[in-house]
C-alpha cells in the first residue's frame, strides 16, 4: 500500500452539502496534518495533529472541521462551503519529531470543487 | 510579502537541457526542503538540506544551500520528460517559532 492515501481524489458538491475528506497514513508516523492547496498562493497549513490532539489551527473557518480518531487516519469534514473553498486538500503525515518542520509525506490529494 | 521567493515560475525547456531554479529569501533558515509535485499528486519530498554551503546529489540532481542559509538552487542535468513538474521549496525559519514556509514552487515542462 502506499504510504498515505486519501480519498476521494476528486469532489464536486454544493454549498448546502456536507462531505469527508480521509486520509489514511501506512508509515508509523503520529502527527498528521491538513493542508490546501490553491493557484497562486503557498500551501496553506489548516490542521496539525500530533499523537492525536490537534496541536494547530490556522485560522481556519469552522465549516472545516477536522477528525483524528487515531494515529493512522485523518478526516476533513466539509459543510456549507463557498465555492472559494475549491482546491487541492492535501493530507500528509510526518514523525513527531519532526512536528512542523518538514520530511512531510503527502497523499495524492483531494481535488474539491464547490459550486 | 512572500517570505521564499521561487524562480523562474515558469520554465519550459527540452529533453537534455540543464536548468537551473532558485528559492531566495532575505531570512535565515534552520533548514530548507525541496519537494517535487506532479500533475494530480502530492508533493514529494526531495532532500532537505540543513548545513550552509551545503550540495547534495540526487541522481542528476543537484541542490545547494547558501553559505547564509538564505537561499537555495536546484540544478537540473539533462532534463528528461519524467522531470516535468512543480519543484517547491520549503524552509524552517531559524528561531523558536518552528514554522514551514513555502514557496510558490517553479512549474518544469520537460518537452520531448
Known amino acids: 500500500e502506499t504510504g498515505v492515501t486519501q480519498t476521494p481524489r476528486h469532489l464536486v458538491m454544493g454549498m448546502t452539502n456536507k462531505k469527508s475528506l480521509k486520509c489514511e497514513q501506512h508509515l508509523g508516523h503520529n502527527a498528521m496534518y491538513w493542508y490546501k492547496q490553491s493557484a497562486k498562493k503557498p500551501l496553506e497549513l489548516m490542521f496539525v495533529?500530533?499523537?492525536?490532539?490537534?496541536?494547530e489551527n490556522n485560522s481556519v473557518p469552522s465549516r472545516f472541521s477536522p477528525e483524528c480518531p487515531n494515529s493512522s487516519h485523518l478526516f476533513l469534514h466539509l459543510h456549507t462551503l463557498q465555492p472559494e473553498d475549491s482546491a487541492l486538500y492535501l493530507c500528509?503525515?510526518?514523525?513527531?519529531?519532526?512536528?512542523?518542520?518538514?520530511?512531510?509525506?503527502f497523499g495524492e490529494g483531494s481535488r474539491l470543487t464547490v459550486l | 510579502t512572500q517570505l521564499l521567493e521561487q524562480s523562474p515560475q515558469f520554465l519550459s525547456i527540452q529533453e537534455g537541457e540543464n536548468l537551473t531554479v532558485y528559492c531566495n529569501s532575505s531570512s535565515v533558515f534552520s533548514s530548507l526542503q525541496w519537494y517535487r509535485q506532479e500533475p494530480g499528486e502530492g508533493p514529494v519530498l526531495l532532500v532537505t538540506v540543513v548545513t550552509g554551503g551545503e550540495v547534495k546529489k540526487l541522481k542528476r540532481l543537484t541542490f545547494q544551500f547558501g553559505d547564509a542559509r538564505k537561499d537555495s538552487s536546484l540544478h537540473i542535468t539533462a532534463a528528461q520528460t519524467g522531470d516535468t513538474g512543480l519543484y517547491l521549496c520549503a524552509g524552517v525559519k531559524a528561531g523558536n517559532n518552528r514554522k514551514l514556509i513555502w514557496g510558490l514552487g517553479t512549474s518544469l515542462a520537460v518537452n520531448p
Open positions: 500528509a503525515s510526518s514523525q513527531e519529531a519532526r512536528l512542523n518542520t518538514g520530511e512531510l509525506f
Open positions: 495533529y500530533s499523537l492525536e490532539e490537534r496541536v
